[in-house]
Each structure stands twice: as structure tokens, then as C-alpha cells.
């Protein structure tokens, strides 16, 4: 009776220090400063990879379960990175709220090389978009708005005054630097993605355009202290088809918002 009485009472006792000795998993995350609880999320195992195609390149992010804000990978020396809001597009106002999407991709396809690289930032509403800019470590945050409006039709006279000034100007512009050579920039866009069996940059947007009607693209580019870098507007008149008046605002904006981010 007595050994068991002192083998119960070690057992007691036994039981009682266990109780006593805080569980590692909820004691430590109760005291765990902010900054270590980032770099666990950053590191948990189970967070997964998934791919994200920019141009033709795959982008490494990383999604957590609880859908927290993605982490893209490390940025590499002497790269600059542009984050881009989902474009306003108001060619339909009858459309979805991620109407701009195909804007967006046929920019990130363009603006993607060596020495520059484009992400997709996820938040909307641009206090939250420039805060999530600086997270993902990016350089320049480019916001876009798409509009079209009604073109009134002119009699034949004014059409033919109109045709000859166009034309005359069309001739002009070869030998000005940075304007004729628009349009083969365009074209030749076109004609490698065709060759890379890539979406074209227009696939989604001609039938929102209108026949008859001028697209106007405004655009914007700032700094990651907001400051104003390079801002514009380029406007097309289309005709029975918008396909080319689509892809070659869209290269005209990249090619001048490549030229600020890199200069």
C-alpha cells in the first residue's frame, strides 16, 4: 500500500509538472512580434506555388490558404518593376467590373523583357493598389482608363477635305521621329505574338469598339512616392472594325511607358 501510495504520488506529481509546461505552439504565438509572424507566413511549407503568365514568362507567386495578399518573387538587380490597376474600361458601361482585364494582359504581354517586368496588382481601389505596390517592391504603379464616344458623320465633301488632311499627315509623320514608326511597332507586335502562337493584344476588345465612334486612353504613370513620372492621352477614331485602332494605342502607351520606366 505504502509503494503504491508513493508510486501514485511521483505519478501525481509527473502529471502535474506536464500540466504546468506551456504548449510551444500557443504560448510562442501569443508572444511572437509582428515581424516574426511575416516571416512564418513567409515560410510556411504549405503555402503554394502557382504560376503566373507575363508575357510569355512565368512569374513565381505564392497564394496562401487564407487568400492573403500574394508574394511575388525576389526582384532581380537592375529590373524594373511596374505594377498595374486593373484599366477603367468604359467602352461598355453595361460590363463587368474586371471589364479591363483584357487591357491589362495585352500590356503585360508588351511591357516584359530583360530589363523591365509588369504585375497584375490585385487591389482595386488605388489607396489600397499603391500600398500593395510597395509591398511587392514595385518601382512605378501605371493606371489606364478606356472611353469611347460617338463621332458625328460629315458630308462627302468635308469626308474627302478630311481624307486628303490624313493623308497628308500620314506622309508627314515618316519622316518625324517616334510617330510613323507607331504603327510598325504595332505590327510587329502583332506579328510575333502571331509567330509565338500567343493570344493576339486585341483578342476581347474589338467588339466592345464601336463603328464610327473615337477611343480615347488616358494613362499614368507614378513613382512609389506617388509622383507623377509620365501622363497622356491617346485618342483613335475607328471604323467598321477596331482591331488595329485597339492594338496600336496599346502599343503607343507601352512603348512610351517603357521609355519612362527605363530611361
Known amino acids: 500500500m505504502t509503494i503504491y501510495r508513493t508510486f501514485f504520488g511521483i505519478t501525481a506529481k509527473a502529471l502535474i509538472v506536464f500540466a504546468l509546461i506551456p504548449y510551444p ?4 504565438a ?61 467602352l461598355d458601361d453595361k460590363g463587368p467590373l474586371n471589364d479591363g482585364e483584357p487591357w491589362r494582359t495585352a500590356e503585360l504581354q508588351l511591357l516584359a523583357g530583360p530589363t523591365l517586368e509588369a504585375i497584375a496588382l490585385k487591389s482595386i481601389l488605388p489607396e489600397q493598389a499603391l500600398k500593395e505596390a510597395e509591398l511587392l517592391a514595385c518601382d512605378y504603379v501605371l493606371t ?23 493623308q497628308a499627315a500620314a506622309t508627314a509623320a515618316q519622316f518625324v521621329p517616334g510617330v510613323g ?24 476588345l474589338p467588339q466592345q469598339v464601336k463603328a464610327n465612334s473615337e477611343i480615347i486612353m488616358e494613362y499614368r504613370l507614378t513613382d512609389a512616392h506617388s509622383k507623377i513620372v509620365l501622363s497622356g492621352t491617346e485618342k483613335q477614331r475607328s471604323g467598321s472594325d477596331g482591331y488595329s485602332v485597339v492594338t496600336g494605342m496599346i502599343t503607343t502607351v507601352a512603348s512610351k511607358v517603357a521609355a519612362a520606366a527605363t530611361r
Open 181 to 204: 514608326s507607331g504603327a510598325i511597332v504595332a505590327n510587329m507586335a502583332v506579328s510575333t505574338l502571331a509567330s509565338q502562337g500567343r493570344p493576339s493584344l486585341a483578342d476581347g
Open 30 to 90: 501569443q508572444l511572437w512580434s509582428p515581424h516574426q509572424k511575416s516571416t512564418l507566413v513567409e515560410k510556411q511549407p504549405q503555402m503554394q506555388q502557382l504560376p503566373q503568365s507575363v508575357g510569355g514568362r512565368t512569374a513565381v507567386a505564392f497564394s496562401n490558404e487564407d487568400g492573403t495578399l500574394p508574394i511575388f518573387a525576389a526582384k532581380k538587380p537592375g529590373v524594373v518593376r511596374i505594377g498595374m490597376i486593373l484599366p477603367v474600361n468604359k
Open 25 to 28: 505552439s500557443f504560448m510562442h
Open 144 to 166: 489606364t482608363t478606356i472611353t469611347q464616344q460617338p463621332v458625328q458623320t460629315q458630308g462627302r465633301f468635308s469626308r474627302l477635305s478630311n481624307m486628303r488632311t490624313l
